[in-house]
C-alpha cells in the first residue's frame, strides 16, 4: 500500500511539473535567437501538463510519448505557416509605402526641426523636410521614410 500511494502521489505533481518545463522552454525560445524550434517542445509540455492535470494523459512513459508526438507534429504541421504570418520582411514594405500619405502635426516644426505628426490614429517622429514652418493642427503629406522617421512637408 505504501508503494502504490506514492506512486499516486507521484503522479499528481507530475503535471505541473510538465507546466514548468513547459513554460521554462518558452522562456528559452524568448531569450535565444533561434529558428523557432523550442517554442514547440515548451507547447508541447504544456499540454501534456494539462492532460496529466485532467488526469487523461496516463503513466509516464504515455505522457513522454504524446509529448514527442504533440511537440514534433506542432514543429512539423505549424512552424513554416507561423514563421510566414510572423516574418518582418512583409512590415518594412509597409512602412516604406506611407509617402504620399496625409498627417496632422501635433507640434510647431520649424524647417529642418524633428517634430511629431499623427498618421492613422498613431503618433509618429517626423521631420520637416519643407521650406515652411510647420505648426499645430496643420496638415502635411509624408514625403518619405528614413528609418521610423517621416520626412514631411506642407500640404
Known sequence: MGRRASRAKMIWWQWWVWLLVGLFLLLVELLTPGGFYIFFFGIGAIVIGLLAAAKVAGPLWVQWFLFSVVSVGSLLLLRKPLLKNIQTTGHAGTVS????????VLEKMPVGENGRVEMRGTSWSARNIGTTVLTCGQRCMVERVEGIVLCVRGA
Open 97 to 104: 509605402n506611407l509617402a504620399g500619405e496625409t498627417a496632422h
